[in-house]
């Protein structure tokens, strides 16, 4: 397996992992597993993974959920170009700090997909929508801890 094809079947799970259906009560609560490998990757390889390729995951988003087109896209690709343009900075961070840093980017995530949904549908916001930024920075020490290792183990460069 080459360096790309490891990056593009981590994006795609990440996909599979965003639209899979699960029950009512529990998809509340669904991390952005997109965005958390988007993340990741715009970290650890920035001139890999940057904002072209969350907007294209973002389309196909989009097209797969049946949402309007470009919601999702421009969405992703705001918070994986503020990691993109501090990729340094954030790789040096603590846990702590990332976890702190991945909330908030995961709050704006939220806030912009229903800034744009109350602009196109008219949808009423609720603080439900930001369940899912608590539980993406339950999984990001996981995350981060299996993709590096896996980046580590296939010298993914």
Not at 37 to 42: A, G, T
Not at 117 to 130: A, D, H, K, R, V
Request: charged share 10%; hydrophobic share 55%.
């Amino acid at each position: 397996m080459n360096n790309r094809s490891f990056i593009i079947i981590s994006i795609i799970i990440g996909i599979i992992l965003q639209i899979i259906p699960m029950p009512s009560p529990v998809d509340l609560y669904r991390p952005d597993w997109l965005l958390l490998i988007l993340i990741y990757w715009s970290m650890a390889l920035p001139n890999r993974v940057s904002v072209g390729v969350a907007a294209f995951t973002g389309l196909v988003i989009d097209l797969l959920y049946g949402t309007s087109l470009g919601v999702h896209s421009f969405a992703l690709s705001i918070p994986v170009y503020l990691v993109a343009a501090n990729y340094q900075r954030l790789r040096n961070h603590s846990m702590l700090q990332q976890i702190m840093t991945i909330l908030m980017l995961c709050v704006l995530y939220h806030l912009i997909v229903y800034w744009l949904q109350y602009w196109i549908t008219g949808i009423e916001f609720s603080w439900l929508f930001l369940w899912p930024a608590v539980s993406s920075v339950l999984f990001w020490p996981w995350l981060f801890w299996l993709l590096r290792k896996f980046r580590r183990d296939l010298r993914v460069t």
